[in-house]
């Protein structure tokens, strides 16, 4: 195996995933354990997503602030089962100006408690609900294991917060912000995740109800890839949040948090990759076509550079993100490997023939070889480049969606249960006690993914695990 | 004076500025001393200037990424005066996870040092070169003696770190981002910064060469507004950042950085705010233009709500960031200050008169009162108003280059700079020695702003501090 090929998927899952983000220059290792440096072309990916988002964000009422970087350790104790959840994980600021501070400084690991308090001096009265603010930031938990992506110490991410007068309403944003999720993730990502509820036992600290949008990985593992919580009154009450209602009675806030981070890419690597590297979906791709010239001597290469030109600002013109690689040290087959492993969605081929006959030739990335090739007019070039880009993205969704309801499966009984989830994801009634959910976990090391909102039975049954009475299906599945 | 109004600037400029950034809602305290809260309106004017930037940022051939929030201490300490210049205002992590580190963590002040470490890991060949990559970010230099977006602990900014194969190339591109710096606030923000080269003791810790675009706010003082630094090959030798050249020999890389902060709102508000509060560039501002709906009972109400719904269409469309204040609880008067406050350029009223005459009323917040109303045609609103935001744009940066102007002197002797620098910039010859700059500095609390690039004398003169050559001239000025 050469140096610039990667372990096989099928072979080792985990290192050709942490080969792939290397060798795509997606992301690196900090000389700081467990923080992550991302390198340009996983930024711009980033930055994609960011505006996929913040689109979505903006268009249902949403607007951007910034808050601080540093938490007093006091603000997270005010809710008891939020500190509890942080505590371990925590990096504290002890001095600063050379000085010892008088109260420790938490690095936040997430930004409820520091919002809540200037939710509280900023809310008076009915007229200022609802509140609905979002922050694109980074967030420290404290984490050693480091899966580049997946698990750092420092990651970023946008964090959700919003106040309402009532608990219809904030229930209502919980669920409509899991939604722009899952509309990012399916439409955007080509990725089909599941949305539905967290158990007790998963959901976030301090909240009353959690949603997860809930992504297949390649190797059936679950990736929890966005969350949407409920709060109630917790931290209103932890942080005095009040407003006076139209009845002139204070009342507290319900408030609502959601995040969304760059584990994302983590998902988009693990859902479509292969072995020959990344494959991007054309929506969120930095570059979406890469136009490889071909030629063996001067006169060739005039020709040819010439056509190129001409492609390049035709489709540059039509929006479409592209690049021309055009470095003279590497051969066409080195290049077509590197932007494969960059998993550029199309590669156009342009060579002395391509300029005789006014043709092109394009390949198609999730389509390796001979298949994925066609021989296209230079006529009308954006139009038809355009289009494959949406067939590309549609077809990366359909194979998503295919390989996950191949790997969902019913068990008939706990065994199969035990089975099932060694390689995919179990969905079965499940009583929803603690007890039930623990017995899975240490069976079999799979955890209650969601009770998904939609696709439950109409008839209650038994739980897989007891065979108690059950009103509702839950995922049973291994996760990252 | 009511509590809506503030301090006049004339009275206490200090005063009304502290007084305009809460009261137009674009920042707060934080509960941690030394930070701030960017709340929504000023984060979307950031997020605006983010923009502008960014984009000429990319033009230029730079790339986005992202470096760890932490750096160990040791990375500091390698290069001598850059850790004397930052170690009396680091803010430091000593423990994460639980447990005491065992090397402290700095949170970052900027990233010359970490960045280079992963330079010197990812250059190998002049091929690589040049690297020219920037970061949105934030950074923590702890201060206490807060004031809103122009010294605080944790601030927002941006910070580009490129790696070059020559001198030349490296001071290129520092003076490169220095113009892409004032293009930006002359053309964006409308303030005629001038730019020029820090003098030794201003420059920053670790640079070979620093230089500046420097803005006269409202009371004359300097605010340096965005840097840009050749660094030499300091860094490069610190973190051994060597590259292998055409003729196979290691050599070391030239480095520079630059940045821009949040602190550039603090020049947009000096700049140009009055004492009806801010006001803000159109092609800058959140809210370019806000509709005020005027109406007596219902009956008006109907009318004047159907031209303002079709004119909010059709402005919306033509791509002006609008508002209509529909608020039923407030009278159109309240409005009016509102919208002054937080410095919306444009004020359309639409009445029941207007109605009938086809027209609507267009204030100008730039110039108050009845100089500034014009009643115009509702036919091709959408071109009126977009030229009249070009004007407006135009207008301001006028208004500022006349006071800027007008308050620069040339000096005849050192007593007259003593008078001149009271309430003004003095420009005058400089031997460019420490003793001449601190001895003023000592005498009128004012420092060298900087040797402007432009504007040079062709003859040498005389120091206006000791009578020496001196070659150039300097901005002396006190500042914030």
């Given at each position: 195996?050469?140096?610039?090929?990667?372990?096989?998927?099928?072979?080792?899952?985990?290192?050709?995933?942490?080969?792939?983000?290397?060798?795509?220059?997606?992301?690196?290792?900090?000389?700081?354990?467990?923080?992550?440096?991302?390198?340009?072309?996983?930024?711009?990916?980033?930055?994609?997503i960011?505006?996929?988002?913040?689109?979505?964000?903006?268009?249902?009422?949403?607007?951007?602030?910034?808050?601080?970087?540093?938490?007093?350790?006091s603000?997270?104790?005010?809710?008891?089962?939020?500190?509890?959840?942080?505590?371990?994980?925590?990096?504290?600021?002890?001095?600063?100006g050379?000085?010892?501070?008088?109260?420790?400084?938490?690095?936040?690991?997430?930004?409820?408690?520091?919002?809540?308090?200037?939710?509280?001096?900023?809310?008076?009265?009915?007229?200022?609900?609802?509140?609905?603010?979002?922050?694109?930031?980074?967030?420290?938990?404290?984490?050693?294991?480091?899966?580049?992506?997946?698990?750092?110490?420092?990651?970023?991410?946008?964090?959700?917060?919003?106040?309402?007068?009532?608990?219809?309403?904030?229930?209502?944003?919980?669920?409509?912000?899991?939604?722009?999720?899952?509309?990012?993730?399916?439409?955007?990502?080509?990725?089909?995740?599941?949305?539905?509820?967290?158990?007790?036992?998963?959901k976030?600290?301090?909240?009353v109800?959690?949603?997860?949008?809930?992504?297949?990985?390649?190797?059936?593992?679950?990736?929890?890839?966005?969350?949407?919580?409920y709060?109630?009154?917790?931290?209103?009450?932890?942080?005095?949040?009040q407003?006076?209602?139209?009845?002139?009675?204070?009342?507290?806030?319900?408030?609502?948090?959601?995040?969304?981070?760059?584990?994302?890419?983590?998902?988009?690597?693990?859902?479509?990759?292969?072995?020959?590297?990344?494959?991007?979906?054309?929506?969120l791709?930095?570059?979406?076509?890469?136009?490889?010239?071909?030629?063996?001597?001067?006169?060739?290469?005039?020709?040819?550079?010439?056509?190129?030109?001409?492609?390049?600002?035709?489709?540059?013109?039509?929006?479409?993100?592209?690049?021309?690689?055009?470095?003279?040290?590497?051969t066409?087959?080195?290049?077509?490997?590197?932007?494969e492993?960059?998993?550029?969605?199309?590669?156009?081929?342009?060579?002395?023939?391509?300029?005789?006959?006014?043709?092109?030739?394009?390949?198609?990335?999730?389509?390796?070889?001979?298949?994925?090739?066609?021989?296209?007019?230079?006529?009308?070039?954006?139009?038809?480049?355009?289009e494959?880009?949406?067939?590309?993205q549609?077809?990366?969704?359909?194979?998503?969606?295919?390989?996950?309801?191949a790997?969902?499966?019913?068990?008939?009984?706990?065994?199969?249960?035990?089975?099932i989830?060694?390689?995919?994801?179990?969905?079965?009634?499940?009583?929803?006690?603690?007890?039930?959910?623990?017995?899975?976990?240490?069976?079999?090391?799979?955890?209650?993914?969601?009770?998904?909102?939609?696709?439950?039975?109409?008839?209650?049954?038994?739980c897989?695990?007891?065979?108690?009475?059950?009103?509702?299906k839950?995922?049973?599945?291994?996760?990252y």
């Amino acid at each position: 195996m050469s140096e610039d090929q990667l372990t096989p998927r099928s072979e080792n899952f985990s290192d050709w995933y942490n080969e792939l983000v290397l060798k795509a220059e997606l992301a690196d290792y900090s000389p700081v354990r467990g923080c992550m440096v991302v390198r340009p072309y996983g930024w711009t990916l980033w930055e994609n997503i960011q505006q996929a988002l913040d689109r979505r964000f903006k268009d249902t009422g949403h607007v951007n602030a910034a808050f601080p970087l540093f938490i007093p350790m006091s603000f997270l104790e005010k809710e008891k089962e939020h500190v509890a959840g942080f505590a371990p994980e925590l990096a504290v600021v002890t001095h600063g100006g050379g000085e010892k501070l008088e109260e420790p400084l938490v690095v936040r690991p997430t930004s409820e408690t520091v919002i809540g308090y200037m939710y509280s001096k900023w809310i008076k009265s009915w007229r200022d609900l609802p509140v609905l603010i979002n922050q694109w930031g980074n967030v420290v938990r404290w984490e050693l294991r480091t899966k580049l992506f997946l698990r750092t110490a420092e990651f970023y991410w946008q964090e959700g917060h919003t106040a309402h007068a009532t608990e219809q309403e904030a229930r209502e944003e919980t669920l409509r912000m899991l939604g722009v999720y899952a509309d990012f993730a399916i439409n955007e990502a080509a990725i089909p995740v599941v949305q539905g509820i967290k158990s007790e036992t998963e959901k976030f600290a301090g909240a009353v109800m959690s949603t997860t949008i809930e992504a297949m990985m390649g190797d059936t593992k679950a990736l929890q890839s966005g969350t949407s919580h409920y709060l109630g009154q917790n931290f209103a009450k932890a942080f005095d949040i009040q407003y006076v209602d139209q009845n002139n009675t204070q009342q507290f806030c319900h408030t609502t948090s959601w995040g969304l981070s760059t584990r994302m890419i983590g998902a988009i690597i693990m859902t479509h990759g292969d072995d020959k590297g990344l494959i991007l979906p054309p929506r969120l791709a930095p570059i979406q076509v890469v136009i490889v010239p071909i030629y063996k001597n001067a006169d060739e290469k005039s020709v040819v550079m010439a056509v190129t030109d001409r492609v390049f600002q035709e489709l540059k013109t039509a929006g479409i993100r592209l690049k021309v690689d055009d470095r003279e040290e590497v051969t066409p087959g080195f290049k077509y490997n590197d932007w494969e492993m960059r998993g550029v969605p199309l590669r156009m081929e342009i060579g002395p023939k391509d300029v005789e006959k006014n043709s092109v030739a394009l390949a198609r990335r999730d389509r390796p070889g001979k298949e994925g090739k066609t021989f296209v007019s230079q006529e009308k070039l954006a139009a038809t480049v355009a289009e494959m880009l949406t067939t590309i993205q549609a077809a990366l969704l359909e194979r998503a969606t295919a390989f996950r309801d191949a790997n969902i499966h019913t068990p008939k009984d706990y065994e199969d249960l035990k089975q099932i989830v060694q390689n995919g994801w179990a969905f079965s009634y499940w009583c929803e006690s603690k007890a039930c959910e623990a017995k899975v976990k240490e069976d079999t090391k799979a955890s209650t993914r969601c009770i998904p909102l939609a696709g439950q039975p109409e008839q209650a049954g038994n739980c897989i695990v007891c065979g108690a009475p059950a009103k509702r299906k839950v995922y049973f599945a291994k996760s990252y």
